[in-house]
């Protein structure tokens, strides 16, 4: 009987020094333990991330200010994205080269006038540039019409090139309105009118997408 007490003893005093599950140490927690939550990127988030950059956002807004006052910074960036989607190592095919697309005579312009040796595929003048260039294109549009008419002639100008929208202009019977004006462009640069109305388009359509 005395033995049967004394081994009733030592077990009870083994069980009562066991840990139990809720004391035991974090590494010996059982591997069915759930992994922490992670939290991911939304789709919104990472079609902004991937498909518009913010890389050159601050350089976008500077040369904007700069040159273009009053005019909504990411205008310049969504026409930056249709023209290159934002890669400043892009060339076309008809040899318009950098984040701006700018064609070499143009470009050999644009560092006459604003006195800069860098190529047309250095980020940080070919973005100051396109503004500038923006901005005496707009300037050639400065007869009363609405801003965004002003804007997308502008635009249409710097696509197909200002000589081409004159000309379209003068088709139109002198017409102010950028919708009669690119509605002759047809009559001047052919099939190639298509593709200036398509970049026009995009841009708008690419400006809402750079709110994100």
Request: positive net charge; proline residues 7%.
């Amino acid at each position: 009987m005395k033995n049967a007490l004394f081994l009733l003893i030592i077990t009870l005093s083994v069980i009562s020094c066991t840990p139990s599950s809720e004391d035991a140490p974090d590494s010996e927690e059982p591997i069915t333990t759930k992994p922490t939550t992670t939290i991911k990127p939304t789709k919104v988030e990472l079609l902004k991330a991937t498909k518009y950059p913010s890389k050159y956002d601050a350089k976008i807004k500077k040369a904007a200010k700069r040159y273009l006052p009053g005019v909504d910074w990411r205008l310049l960036k969504a026409q930056y994205y249709q023209e290159s989607r934002l890669n400043p190592l892009a060339t076309s095919p008809v040899g318009a080269a950098g984040i701006a697309q700018f064609m070499p005579a143009t470009w050999k312009q644009m560092q006459r006038e604003m006195k800069i040796t860098a190529t047309s595929r250095d980020p940080d003048y070919a973005i100051l540039a396109g503004a500038y260039y923006m901005a005496k294109l707009r300037k050639s549009w400065s007869s009363p019409r609405p801003w965004k008419d002003r804007l997308k002639l502008a635009q249409a100008s710097y696509n197909a090139g200002l000589g081409n929208i004159l000309k379209s202009q003068k088709k139109a019977g002198g017409a102010s309105r950028f919708q009669p004006i690119i509605d002759q462009l047809h009559l001047v640069t052919g099939h190639n009118s298509k593709e200036t109305r398509t970049y026009i388009t995009r841009i708008w359509n690419y400006y809402p997408m750079m709110h994100l």
